[in-house]
């Protein structure tokens, strides 16, 4: 993928973002990038070879389990077994890489490119340890937040013409950062706290009731022996708000991972009312309407929203839309590096300000179903919600 390439490498002092760069910079870059990776130009007539169109008999649905592996980092992965998990409130040192505009969460897979000499040294010595950095949020103002998740290694790549390597990742543990320092050659070391999950009393105060001789009785028997109104015990259900947590969600998609929800209360009341209230998607920058929820769809079996690399190591959480309003495309349509295999990617940018949006991806071949889609970016995108019946 074509987009700017300035990603964790913030982590190294000699290569910190300068304050002044901006979204037009980025898409500038965006464009430059073009002839650096010497990308194949399709044309609309030429979508398609002849090759290809004797063997296309029938439609043939993408398959969603091929963007899990990104096949694009490249062949001859070797695979890690094991799994690393850390002791609740254990204060570890990790590396940290800074991602802008990617939080990443436990569960989620996250792949990263790395070509400086002194990332790829640092990824190299992890294989021999616990094979675990720390990914930070780097937001807008260059601030780094305080908070992060660990990502364990779980498969790698390594590029024997630049000298590159590339990894899959996956989100295992939340942490605190608690001190920093930066070693000379530039890697940014913390100690950091391993965050024990919510331990809130997943009840109000009376909401168990117990008998003598007797354990505490289950929500459902609670409901019926207590003075409280049942609507109030509807609440605090975790099934129940789970349930509709579900219902909201199959509006915008069928196919979201309802896994890593949280399991209390407070959390899921929050989530309910925050999706309940999302309207349509609007770009960040200058508001114009993009896309609405019943234009979401999986083109993955983790669900609509995915995080991606692209070849200069910029990493963005992407999510597929069927439709897209107001977009434009902006140069050659490429198959190289991409994120779905049997689909060229072209550059997408808001027509309203030229912000950059993400990608159209058209299929290469006539049976492949869907014939296209968009990959929007997270960070492009600005949820429009509903506040006493207006839009804000």
């Known amino acids: 993928m074509a987009e700017p390439e300035n990603d964790h490498e913030v982590d190294v002092e000699s290569s910190e973002p300068d304050e002044s760069d901006g979204d037009d910079e980025d898409f500038a870059d965006a464009l430059d990038d073009l002839d650096e990776i010497n990308i194949m130009e399709l044309n609309d007539d030429e979508d398609i070879s002849s090759e290809e169109s004797q063997q296309d008999e029938g439609n043939q649905n993408f398959d969603p389990s091929l963007p899990v592996h990104h096949q694009y980092l490249g062949s001859n992965i070797e695979e890690f077994s094991g799994r690393t998990i850390f002791e609740d409130e254990q204060i570890i040192q990790l590396p940290i890489v800074k991602l802008p505009s990617v939080?990443?969460?436990?569960?989620?897979?996250?792949?990263?490119?790395?070509?400086?000499?002194?990332?790829?040294?640092?990824?190299?010595?992890?294989?021999?340890?616990?094979?675990t950095l720390g990914i930070v949020n780097l937001n807008y103002n260059n601030q780094q937040c305080q908070f992060g998740t660990t990502a364990e290694i779980v498969s790698v790549h390594a590029d024997e013409e630049d000298g590159g390597i590339s990894i899959k990742s996956i989100g295992r543990q939340r942490f605190k950062i608690k001190s920093t320092r930066r070693q000379s050659d530039g890697i940014l070391i913390a100690d950091v706290k391993i965050i024990q999950e919510s331990c809130i009393l997943k009840y109000p105060t009376g909401f168990i009731i117990t008998r003598p001789g007797c354990s505490n009785l289950s929500l459902n028997k609670c409901k019926n022996l207590s003075p409280h109104p049942i609507w109030l015990y509807e609440m605090y259900n975790e099934d129940a708000l789970i349930q509709r947590i579900k219902k909201e969600l199959i509006q915008w998609n069928d196919a979201f991972n309802l896994s890593n929800l949280p399991d209390e209360p407070t959390r899921l009341q929050k989530e309910l009312d925050l999706i309940s209230r999302y309207a349509m998607l609007s770009c960040s920058v200058c508001r114009s309407p993009i896309t609405d929820k019943k234009n979401i769809f999986s083109m993955s079996v983790n669900g609509p929203m995915s995080s991606f690399v692209n070849p200069g190591g910029y990493v963005h959480d992407t999510f597929t839309v069927?439709?897209?309003?107001?977009?434009?495309?902006v140069g050659p349509k490429s198959r190289q590096y991409s994120w779905f295999p049997g689909y060229a990617w072209t550059i997408a940018q808001c027509n309203g300000c030229q912000q950059h949006m993400g990608w159209k991806f058209t299929a290469t071949k006539h049976?492949?179903?869907?014939k296209h889609f968009y990959g929007l970016t997270r960070s492009s995108i600005q949820p429009v919600i509903s506040v006493d019946n207006t839009q804000v």
């Open 103 to 131: 939080v990443l969460f436990p569960g989620e897979i996250l792949p990263l490119n790395f070509y400086m000499p002194n990332l790829v040294s640092m990824i190299r010595n992890l294989f021999t340890t616990n094979r």
């Open 322 to 329: 069927r439709k897209a309003s107001n977009v434009v495309t």
């Open 367 to 370: 049976s492949l179903n869907p």
